[in-house]
């Protein structure tokens, strides 16, 4: 039996119809750009959050920039964030010639440290990324309690936790911005690139909404130097399906991580945690072992798909080396960095298919 990491023909095999008729209404209208599902699917996600705006953009990495931008973020400015993230959180701060600043993680959440934020502020401290990373929510409440008091804005990355929920309150709605990606294996997706911004602020809606389209809220007027950053008709279209189901794909990832948790039992491995008052929505299941290499391998010898999310933390990475001297050394993010392996997870996983997997994590010496 081969086990992959996210199993997306079996999920289109089940939605078929549902794509078609979504797909046949996009090609028969010939709307291709900025039509009905776009804005459709701004709608459903703006008041599935309960905030009034949600722009659609090319992608995630998109959706940050320019909710950045939005936030005024510029030249010079230092933007706090973590280093145990996908490139793209950070790298979105250096591309306005700003300054990402890595704070270390929790290791039991693998998310910001956000007691070891205020010592990391400074006078060019403008604002904060947190991640949700794997979706588990970032600890909101003391990020919001250090933004306030310092005047930060919160721009927060929900590229793997649409749906996650702290106390309560979905992410993407504490911040000034909530930032998501649909690249085809995030928990809500579509069959290529795409992204949204959501946000309870109208001019950053507003700006949003201008930068994806050419700097322009007029035809052939341009307030701003932009992008061509919009969401495309055909993604939303397959989006919109989807979302009718993310609860239920969220809820079924919830029940496979319980089943792994009550299925390893090797005293090697560290199982991820979910934070009290913390709806994880495990974009990733992630553990933690010391020779997580040989489990690779092991799982792979038995067809089973494994990765690393993230092998080398951004601090370490080529790109930013410029800013080692700022940054340092980072110890758990650096750890994890070498321990964390993340199994198969994807709402049709099946019983059978986590039973083989956890087995194999059992006998890994
Ligand atoms: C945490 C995080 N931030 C940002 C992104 C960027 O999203 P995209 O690939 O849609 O540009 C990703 C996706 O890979 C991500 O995992």
């Not at 588990?136 to 008091?149: E, G, L, V």
Request: hydrophobic share 45%; net charge neutral.
């Amino acid at each position: 039996m081969m086990i992959p990491m996210v199993d997306l023909k079996k999920q289109y095999n089940l939605l078929k119809s549902e794509i078609e008729e979504a797909l046949n209404g996009v090609f028969e209208s010939a709307q291709f750009i900025m039509g009905p599902n776009v804005s459709g699917l701004e709608e459903e996600i703006a008041a599935c959050h309960g905030l009034p705006y949600a722009v659609g953009v090319a992608n995630g990495t998109d959706s940050l920039l320019l909710a950045l931008r939005a936030c005024g973020i510029k030249a010079g400015d230092e933007v706090i964030t973590t280093p145990f993230t996908f490139i793209a959180t950070a790298e979105v701060i250096a591309l306005l010639n700003a300054v990402p600043v890595f704070v270390d993680i929790c290791p039991d959440t693998y998310n910001i440290d956000c007691s070891q934020i205020s010592a990391r502020i400074t006078s060019k401290t403008r604002a904060i990324i947190p991640v949700h990373l794997f979706g588990h929510p970032a600890d909101m409440s003391p990020i919001m309690d250090i933004a306030r008091k310092h005047n930060l804005k919160v721009i927060e990355d929900c590229a793997q936790a649409f749906g996650a929920e702290y106390h309560g309150q979905k992410v993407g709605t504490f911040g000034d911005a909530g930032c998501f990606s649909f690249f085809p294996s995030k928990n809500l997706a579509g069959y290529g690139d795409g992204g949204m911004v959501i946000t309870k602020n109208k001019e950053i809606a507003a700006q949003v909404k201008a930068l994806r389209n050419h700097g322009s809220s007029e035809r052939y007027h341009h307030h701003l130097v932009g992008y061509n950053s919009r969401l495309d008709e055909i993604q939303a279209a397959i989006i919109r399906v989807k979302l009718k189901k993310i609860d239920d794909y969220n809820e079924a990832r919830r029940r496979h991580a319980a089943a792994y948790c009550a299925a390893i039992s090797n005293k090697k491995v560290i199982l991820p945690s979910s934070a009290a008052g913390c709806e994880h929505v495990y974009h990733q299941f992630t553990i933690r072992i010391k020779n997580r290499d040989m489990l690779a391998a092991a799982l792979a010898q038995k067809g089973i798909a494994s990765a690393v999310y993230y092998p080398v933390p951004l601090h370490r990475q080529k790109a930013f080396l410029d800013l080692y001297s700022l940054n340092g050394e980072l110890p758990r993010a650096e750890a994890c960095a070498r321990e964390v392996l993340s199994l198969p997870m994807f709402p049709e996983l099946n019983d059978e298919e986590i039973k083989l997997v956890a087995g194999v994590v059992n006998d890994a010496a």
